[in-house]
């Protein structure tokens, strides 16, 4: 049975989309395997997704073949951890043609920061508190991937330094605390880089969440867009109509296509593949209509 098509426009349709282009699993800090992902997906009633895991597609060929199965359209992704003006930023790429050319490089070179980046925030929790961190970091993972902070922030729920995630987030682990190491990735411009080269579309992932002004948060769609970026989420789970739509002109004024993500990570939380804020009627265009992902699209499954 063909799936019905995506749409051109976003014309405030009352029903929730079938996409999620921005989730996670196992491959980096998610909870799930990228094999139940994508049933998971399925049974969410999504028909196109892609996986877009920390600085890796270590994921993507066990998705992809999932994805055949479960008759979904899946575009290979990854997250990408950059630094703008010395704050953090995630670029998400969204890779029709996979990994290739300077984005090869720059996976290379991730891994190789998010190995770094671990002692570093180990040292840091071990001050706080948290004996042996990178053990207890990795006990909590359960493989051998690259850790993140939510291993440290489970690590320290784990122990007894706080009473949950939120919290070790909020005390050590969040923006401008102890164990927000940011230093080690690469400007934002260079990550966008990467993602052209390998024929893909950068998004700036969930702008809303950075906390900045209007005012600066125009400033880094500005330069953004300059770098090559040519989409950015519009909607990243639940989010006030009104703030869509602002957000949404300013999309407009740069030319920038807008994205959908839940950044699904674990079930048992408020969101779930696919549970996003419905996207009220915009001018902006879809990401999905962009010439280098409108094929990939609209080939099926």
């Known amino acids: 049975m063909p799936m019905s098509p995506l749409p051109l426009r976003f014309e405030g349709d009352p029903a929730p989309l079938s996409i999620d282009l921005h989730m996670h699993s196992t491959a980096s800090d998610g909870a799930l395997s990228p094999m139940d992902l994508v049933a998971l997906c399925a049974a969410q009633g999504l028909t196109h997704m892609a996986l877009t895991d920390h600085d890796t597609l270590d994921g993507v060929a066990e998705a992809a073949e999932a ?56 040292s840091r929790m071990e001050k706080i508190g948290l004996d042996d961190a990178l053990a207890r970091a990795r006990e909590q993972a359960g493989s051998e991937r690259p850790l993140g902070r939510p291993d440290f922030a489970r ?52 702008p809303l969440r950075y906390s900045l002004t209007r005012r600066k948060r125009g400033l880094l769609l500005d330069d953004f867009r300059v770098a090559g970026g040519q989409a950015a989420e519009l909607v990243s789970g639940f989010q006030n109509p009104d703030v869509t739509r602002d957000l ?51 080939s099926g499954a």
Do not use: C
């Open 248 to 298: 949404s002109r300013q999309l407009q004024e740069r030319g920038l296509y807008a994205s959908l993500g839940s950044d699904f990570h674990f079930s048992g939380g408020h969101l779930a593949p696919g549970s996003m804020s419905l996207v009220p009627r915009t001018a902006t265009l879809p990401v999905w209509t962009h010439p280098r992902l409108a094929p990939r699209f609209n």
């Open 155 to 206: 690590a320290l729920v784990a122990a007894g330094v706080v009473p949950d995630v939120a919290t070790a987030f909020k005390k050590y682990l969040g923006a401008g605390k102890p164990g927000d190491v940011k230093a080690l990735w690469p400007d934002m411009a260079e990550a966008v880089g990467w993602v052209l080269s390998a024929g893909g579309v950068a998004v700036l992932a969930h």
């Open 67 to 122: 994805a055949r199965h479960e008759g979904l359209v899946l575009i290979p992704g990854t997250e990408l951890s950059t630094q703008w003006r010395g704050i953090g930023i995630h670029v998400v790429g969204l890779l029709p043609e996979g990994v290739k050319g300077a984005l090869v490089e720059g996976l290379e070179a991730q891994a190789v920061a998010r190995v770094k980046r671990a002692r570093t925030i180990a």
